[in-house]
């Protein structure tokens, strides 16, 4: 466990640990950036969902838009889930 996880007093906190991301997208009307944030909380919810990742922007945005996001137990895992999550609709679609 990281010496950071011990300022947390109360679960109820949520206190996280933040790491930031950037990847392209390569869109017909040129590159977007995406900046991608992954918490790592210190006493999740969920055991198995200890890093949550979420992109800065929606995809998708003319039928149903959403901001791309992943959970998992790992880093890898989030920002994954998060990144196939992106490359599944383009960004005006």
């Known amino acids: 466990m990281s010496e950071w996880t011990f300022a947390q007093t109360d679960p109820s906190q949520q206190l996280a640990q933040m790491q930031m991301f950037s990847i392209l997208k390569q869109e017909p009307e040129g590159e977007q950036e995406f900046i991608i944030t992954v918490r790592e909380y210190a006493t999740p919810k969920e055991p198995?969902?200890?890093?949550?990742?979420?992109?800065?922007?929606q995809i998708n945005r003319k039928s149903a838009p959403f901001t791309p996001c992943g959970w998992g137990s790992s880093l890898l895992d989030a920002l994954a889930e998060c990144v196939r999550s992106l490359n599944k609709f383009g960004v005006n679609d």
């Open 48 to 57: 198995t969902m200890k890093f949550f990742a979420l992109a800065d922007k």
